[in-house]
């Protein structure tokens, strides 16, 4: 174990591992054609995908509703709400060796899903919502979890929020973003990180998505192999 | 006048005509990063208005979020909201002889918008919405009203909600389509539609939306042509 430790930073730092990593959005259906959403492309996920697969790992994608390509050699399994995002995950986590969770999951569905569109004539309408799973944090606080990478995509105090949630939920790194400005984020194709993890953070500036998503591809491979290298 | 209802139902039937049409979803925000919205791709408008425009009207679209590229010599308005769609369509509505609202507004829009990712940690939450004007409703009541066709995706009762909706709104036409089944309507490339007027109807069987929206335009300008000129 310690050989593997002392591997250099190489080309196919991940060779051998196998990365779980969830994308886009959720829909939360109203009734067959209603639902709740949010802004996500799934853009910086796929292209995280395709860094983490030339990085030598086996990449399974569980992708919520986008019209974007599969990258070569990803598994995909495609899903809806966030229910199924949340089975679909718990069916492979047992398997993988890091779990990376960039999907906007909907914090919330419709207590009810109509079987027929609703009709409604009322000049007010009250939706009453439940809490879906965690699936971030379900995952990180199996017995056996994986190396765990969540991100943080907020409007304001973003780096704060995500030292919160790397903490709260016990992850091993949390790559923070900032969206609905005018820059970076949803919807765009550029973006920035803050990636944190315990004892430390880097800047990742604002560049393509791809090119991002290779930067952040290779810093989850280092925190892996030392995290790999400590715990084995 | 009367030379014109004399003209043949040649291939530029409605050369010289002002088409305005809605097409696509509208999305309503939550707050920056969460929205509202449906199933509709926008792909039965855009194949319309590339038909109507066929025909030789002058097309003016407003578009709700697709990714469709614009058809050739039809000029885009995008819009977000129902409100911006309502908003842009009365800014246009005086200039135009036909309005076709393929458009699946949304029927409410959150009483809020927040300005801040919404942070909720309850396990319910209980979202409050209010009815977005009746874009549809309010053209075919103006007192110099165009020639308005709307049309109805429904999941169950498709024909009767259709002509009640006909004759409550007081259209000249509606297209009236079945959705959330197995076969047809929204996020299918194939549909069928029931054409409704008056005193009379068609059926436009399944087929690609592109040939439908053929058939479609072809219906439209036949009808507009009669009231065309027996309102001269």
Chains 1, 2 share one sequence.
């Not at 070569?72 to 966030?82: F, G, M, W």
């Not at 919160?164 to 005018?182: D, E």
Request: charged content about 20%; glycine content about 6%; hydrophobic content about 45%.
């Amino acid at each position: 174990e310690i050989a593997e430790a002392l591997l250099p930073r190489a080309a196919r730092a991940l060779e051998g591992a196998c990365v779980l990593l969830t994308a886009g959005p959720t829909r939360e259906p109203l009734d067959p054609v209603r639902f709740l959403s949010n802004r996500s492309s799934g853009q910086m996920g796929f292209a995280l995908a395709a860094a983490l697969r030339e990085l030598g790992a086996s990449v399974v994608m569980i992708a919520g509703p986008t019209a974007l390509p599969t990258p070569p050699s990803v598994e995909r399994i495609d899903v809806e709400t966030a229910l199924e995002m949340y089975l679909a995950v718990m069916t492979r986590v047992a398997d993988c060796d890091v779990f990376v969770a960039t999907a906007a999951v909907a914090d919330y569905r419709p207590v009810n899903v109509a079987e027929h569109k609703i009709k409604k004539h009322a000049d007010e309408f009250t939706l009453h919502l439940v809490r879906n799973p965690d699936i971030l944090g379900e995952v990180a606080a199996l017995t056996a979890s994986p190396f765990t990478v969540g991100f943080a995509a907020e409007t304001d105090h973003v780096i704060d929020y995500a030292r919160a949630k790397l903490q709260h939920k016990q992850l091993n790194m949390i790559a923070a973003n900032q969206v609905g400005g005018a820059q970076g984020g949803f919807e765009c194709t550029d973006n920035a990180l803050t990636v944190i993890w315990d004892d430390g953070q880097c800047e990742l500036p604002m560049q393509p998505k791809s090119q991002l998503a290779r930067q952040l591809a290779q810093c989850i491979a280092e925190r892996y192999q030392i995290y790999h290298a400590s715990s084995s």
